[in-house]
C-alpha cells in the first residue's frame, strides 16, 4: 500500500516551512497558497504566496490581499496574501493541508499578481 501524501493543488492553503531565508523574505513556518496550474506538474516545485497576519497598514498595497478566516480555508485569524513574496518551493516543505480558496478569491490573486509585475 502507497501512503504518499496528496500532491499541493492549485488554490489550496498549506503550512509550509519556509526557513532558511535570507534578509527581508517571509520566515518560519505559515500558510502559503499555491499559485500555479495543477497541470505544471513535473517537478516536485510549486509557486507560491505565503499568508501572513493582516496589518492595517497594508490597506492601499497592491500587495496584500485581505482574506478573512472561515470553515473552507482554515485560517484562523484575519490574514493577508503577500503577493510581493511569491517563490517557488520544493514540496518536501509542505506539511499540512489547511484548506483552500474559492475561484474569486484565486482571481484576485491573478489580478494583484499582474499589478505588481505591470502586466498589461
Excluded: C
Excluded at 33 to 42: E, H, P, T, Y
Excluded at 57 to 65: A, N
Amino acid at each position: 500500500m502507497s501512503t504518499n501524501p496528496p500532491l499541493p493543488k492549485r488554490s489550496e492553503i498549506w503550512l509550509v516551512n519556509l526557513d532558511p531565508t535570507v534578509g527581508s523574505e517571509i520566515k518560519k513556518t505559515r500558510p502559503v497558497v499555491i499559485v500555479n496550474s495543477d497541470a505544471l506538474g513535473r517537478l516536485p516545485l510549486r509557486l507560491i504566496a505565503p499568508i501572513t497576519e493582516w496589518k492595517d497598514h497594508f490597506k492601499g498595497s497592491i500587495w496584500h490581499l485581505r482574506i478573512d478566516p472561515d470553515s473552507r480555508n482554515g485560517l484562523s485569524k484575519t490574514s493577508s496574501i503577500d503577493i510581493l513574496q511569491l517563490r517557488g518551493v520544493d514540496i518536501s516543505r509542505f506539511m499540512k493541508k489547511l484548506g483552500s480558496f474559492p475561484s474569486t478569491v484565486m482571481e484576485e490573486l491573478v489580478a494583484a499578481i499582474a499589478a505588481v509585475v505591470e502586466y498589461q
